[in-house]
């Protein structure tokens, strides 16, 4: 007997979050389509029921995030994008640039964890990694107040600092530079969307 349309969903859902996970964690290139579906508690077989291959998955599991654990992560900040208000520009901030997020491997944005691999990724990861930083950018921007004449400016330049200051965070040693980059990001964006 077939499986429902809403089991085949959930199943495909669960390998995507799954490989989101391990790509956080290894990489693009360290994770196998066999890893995948062994987290996953699944059989390889399965795998080609969803997906052409692994780059069909990394744009899936890039593009997932921002209506998946990006949405859990904004709620657990408090940011509600039907209500943007100046305020929440600045919890975005708090919440993005976040020692809680920084340790966060398997939860952080691709944005953070991903962009070398994102780089030299098909064009179809690429745009789903530029959907996520427009995503970002439009929060800030939406969320500045209305009279601030460089909204769209300063908010791509604060996702840079947030992006780019994580980024920076991850890729050092568990030391005061991590720290001080961290913080150094967080204030200037700060001053960048409460001008």
Aim: hydrophobic residues 45%; proline residues 4%.
């Amino acid at each position: 007997m077939p499986y429902s349309a809403s089991h085949r969903d959930a199943t495909r859902a669960k390998i995507v979050e799954t490989a989101r996970m391990l790509f956080n964690q290894h990489g693009f290139q360290n994770v196998t389509i066999d890893q995948v579906m062994q987290e996953a508690g699944l059989t390889r077989g399965g795998f080609y029921n969803h997906f052409r291959n692994k780059e069909a998955l990394f744009s899936e599991a890039v593009s997932s995030f921002l209506m998946g654990r990006g949405a859990e992560w904004r709620e657990d900040a408090g940011v509600d994008i039907s209500n943007l208000k100046p305020e929440m520009a600045q919890q975005m901030i708090d919440a993005y640039l976040s020692s809680a997020h920084l340790g966060d491997i398997e939860g952080q944005c691709p944005m953070i964890a991903l962009p070398s691999d994102v780089a030299r990724a098909d064009p179809e990861t690429q745009e789903a990694f530029q959907r996520l930083l427009t995503a970002m950018v439009w929060l800030l921007e939406t969320a500045m107040p209305d009279d601030e004449a460089d909204k769209r400016q300063n908010a791509l330049a604060a996702a840079a600092l947030c992006v780019g200051g994580m980024v920076l965070a991850r890729t050092l040693p568990n030391s005061e530079l991590t720290e001080e980059v961290r913080s150094a990001a967080h204030y200037a964006a700060s001053q960048l969307v409460c001008a």
